[in-house]
């Protein structure tokens, strides 16, 4: 029989993607692990694999296609025996597509939280003994993440396993079992969901667009990206609903400089900056303060065992955080390397969801565009970002006198019901001292 190929969800939070690219056209024969197509999501361009084996009977959703509903069949393979008379019986028209797209849809779209368990909450799809039925990618991701393949439900063409449904597994376990914190996903699978109603610009509660159409005001209609509507959401959902405050505090950097100065002159297998000081100062003073390193659910405090640093990277199509995962165990030039590969990646529109979905504290450095001090805004389940303004030399009073050092601002924002102000300022306190201190992180 023939087996449509769906719109996967290359998320636990995706809802909708991007046809970018077919790999394969009409007629092509593919087997198990082909890649497809390409997808964009709202934060990078992923490869699509084919689960089952067979030809291209019909492509349903062309190249360049946008807004493609998660579930929507997007193309009909043809099993071996069959030809294009099978194409009748299976709906090949593309009308399906669209009418698909409301039964999956609204789960993700609002309530991420409870998207990714979706797929591994079902019973297990085979008892002991009997074939699980998984694409190879699929076995190989869950081999790799412990996950047992009996435990998980298929989503994929006659129920069998595929990519989606393992990373949401994964993503499911650390959120039903609160005695395992650590997993990274969990903060992604626990995300606040974007319930909140489209952003269009508005000004006093009147539509933009309709109000430079009244008074003839000359502009231009850019459209929103993907990655433009899932800041807008999940960041006016951040300003509704956290309870947020803010703490600065100046730090001395001029140890940190010479140390940093020293260190590069000895290799060319590295070149630390600034901010490869502070992610490994943050991951540190995380591990000080650990009652920060966690995130808020109604039923418990998650409190992690790993600090999972994000770092804001801009690109041209907007804000994404990469994650250097178990900073705490990692040295300044590992760290600075990692973070050099993720931001390329980054900006190259190539990051994993594993690489950037996640983190439990996050840093947003406006320094070297001049930007003395700012608030950011906390990325959800993460209960702080630091914001880090530019290391200027500023007058200071040392011993009674006054002096010149170079000093850069780095305030806090904390959501308030995961840590109350005396455990903000005690975090601040220990990314200061390991700063102004920075041999103390050699060791």
């Known amino acids: 029989m023939t087996v449509q190929i769906l719109m996967p969800a290359l998320s636990p939070t995706m809802t909708e ?74 709906g090949s028209a593309p009308a399906p597509a669209p009418a698909a797209a409301p039964t999956p849809a609204p789960a993700p779209a609002a309530a991420p939280a409870a998207a990714a368990p979706t797929p591994a909450a079902a019973p297990a799809p085979a008892a002991s003994g009997e074939r699980v039925f998984a694409s190879p990618l699929a076995r190989r991701i869950a081999e790799q993440a412990g996950v047992d393949l009996k435990s998980v439900k298929g989503t994929g063409p006659h129920g069998r396993i595929v990519k989606a449904d393992v990373e949401a597994a994964k993503a499911a376990g650390p959120a039903k079992a609160a005695a395992a914190p650590a997993a990274a996903p969990a903060p992604a699978a626990a995300a606040p969901a974007p319930a909140a109603a489209p952003a269009p610009a508005k000004a006093e509660g009147v539509d933009a667009k309709a109000l430079a159409d009244k008074l003839g005001m000359a502009y231009t209609a850019v459209p929103n990206s993907g990655m433009r509507k899932t800041i807008a959401k999940r960041l006016g959902e951040v300003k509704r609903t956290v309870p947020d405050y803010f703490l600065t505090v100046d730090v001395e950097i001029d140890a940190l ?187």
């Not at 934060?43 to 190249?63: F, N, S, Y």
């Not at 418990?300 to 165990?329: N, R, Y």
Request: aromatic content about 4%; some cysteine.
């Open 17 to 90: 993607g991007n046809l970018a690219k077919w790999l394969k056209k009409e007629g092509d024969t593919v087997k198990s692990g082909d890649v497809l197509a390409e997808i964009e999501t709202d934060k990078a361009t992923m490869e699509v694999e084919a689960v089952d084996e067979g030809r291209i009977g019909k492509i349903l959703i062309p190249a360049g296609s946008q807004g493609v509903a998660v579930n929507t069949p997007i193309a009909i393979l043809l099993e071996e025996g069959e030809d294009e008379s099978a194409l009748a019986s299976a």
């Open 257 to 443: 400089m010479k140390v940093r100065a020293e260190l590069n002159g000895r290799s060319d297998a590295y070149k630390l900056s600034v901010n490869d000081f502070i992610i490994r100062a943050v991951a540190l003073a995380l591990k000080k303060v650990p009652a920060l390193n966690a995130a808020w659910t109604d039923e418990a405090m998650l409190q992690f065992q790993h600090a999972d640093i994000s770092v804001a990277v801009a690109t041209p199509t907007g804000l994404i955080t990469p994650i250097v995962k178990k900073a705490e165990t990692k040295g300044l030039a590992d760290i600075s390397n990692e973070m050099k590969a993720l931001a390329k990646k980054a900006r190259d529109n190539a990051l994993k969801p594993e690489e950037y979905q996640g983190g439990t504290i996050s840093i947003s450095n406006l320094g070297m565009m001049g930007i003395k001090q700012f608030q950011a805004i906390i990325n959800p389940p993460q209960a702080c970002i630091l914001a880090v303004g530019a290391s200027e030399q500023r007058p200071v009073v040392k011993d009674g006198a006054l002096a010149i050092a170079t000093v850069m601002s780095l305030t806090g924002t904390f959501d308030h019901r995961v840590a109350d102000g005396a455990v903000g300022a005690e975090f601040l306190g220990a990314v200061k001292k390991l700063l102004e201190d920075p041999l103390s992180m050699l060791l």
